[in-house]
């Protein structure tokens, strides 16, 4: 398995432009994970799907942060407009089984490094 | 809250164990306690989880008190790989919702 895949795994924007980020999770996971990691802040959960269905959107900063899981292998998180303090790296992950528990098979992908200038 | 703490940084002689300590006080009865590394420029890694019990597995070790109150994760022979933030973690409750917080790690490094 190739494990989760994000795309791309750096973007350099100027502000004000919009930012996609996207992930493909493992293959028969139906949990999907937003994270973003800050050197003030650390790893903070953003948003989880569940079967491609939303299920906790509090972690997300503002209404300029969307994402969105229109399948099983897909999801993306887009920002607009991006300004400078979107600068993060940011992780996607997916488990099954027992879900959101960070149980062995849950699992991190390499992460999108944004710089938003 | 249940959060953790966690020394900042910690060096450890290659072949040596490391011992990494949280203290998670807060904690409730029935959650288990999670750790993972992150190497650089990597996404976070499992390592292993427990709940009252001592665990092990092919990557570590890890002790818990018996009032559940702080752990050790032990890597029994580092090796310069090992080099990483080892995050500790619980899971929280807030605004009925669950959550692991992750903190801000042990930064290991492992010397040759």
């Known amino acids: 398995d190739a494990g989760v895949i994000q795309s791309p795994r750096h973007e350099v924007t100027e502000m004000g432009q919009e930012v996609t980020l996207r992930c493909k999770p493992i293959?028969?996971?139906?949990?999907l994970f937003w994270y973003r990691q800050t050197m003030m802040r650390g790893l903070e959960l953003l948003i989880y799907?569940?079967?491609?269905?939303?299920?906790?959107d509090s972690g997300m900063p503002e209404d300029r942060f969307s994402a969105k899981m229109p399948n099983a292998s897909f999801s993306t998180l887009k920002i607009q407009p991006s300004e400078p303090r979107d600068s993060a790296v940011y992780f996607c992950?997916?488990?099954?089984?027992?879900?959101?528990?960070?149980?062995?098979?849950?699992?991190f992908g390499s992460g999108t490094r944004l710089t938003v200038v | 809250d249940a959060k953790t703490t966690q020394p900042p940084s910690m060096d450890c002689a290659e072949g040596r164990a490391a011992n990494l300590p949280c203290n998670h006080s807060?904690?409730?009865?029935?959650?288990?306690v999670y750790w993972y590394r992150q190497i650089h420029s990597q996404g976070p890694q499992y390592i292993i989880h427990?709940?009252?019990n001592n665990e092990t597995n092919e990557m570590a070790s890890l002790i818990i008190t018996e009032d559940r109150k702080s752990s050790t994760l032990i890597l029994p022979h580092a090796t310069l790989r090992d080099t990483a933030v080892y995050y500790c973690?619980?899971?929280?409750?807030?605004?009925?919702?669950?959550?692991?917080?992750f903190g801000t790690g042990t930064r290991l490094k492992v010397l040759a």
């Open positions: 973690i619980v899971r929280v409750v807030t605004s009925g919702t669950y959550k692991y917080i």
């Open positions: 992950a997916s488990s099954s089984g027992q879900g959101q528990f960070l149980n062995y098979g849950y699992t």
């Open positions: 807060t904690i409730s009865g029935n959650e288990y």
């Open positions: 799907f569940n079967n491609n269905v939303p299920i906790d």
């Open positions: 427990g709940l009252k």
């Open positions: 293959s028969g996971h139906d949990y």
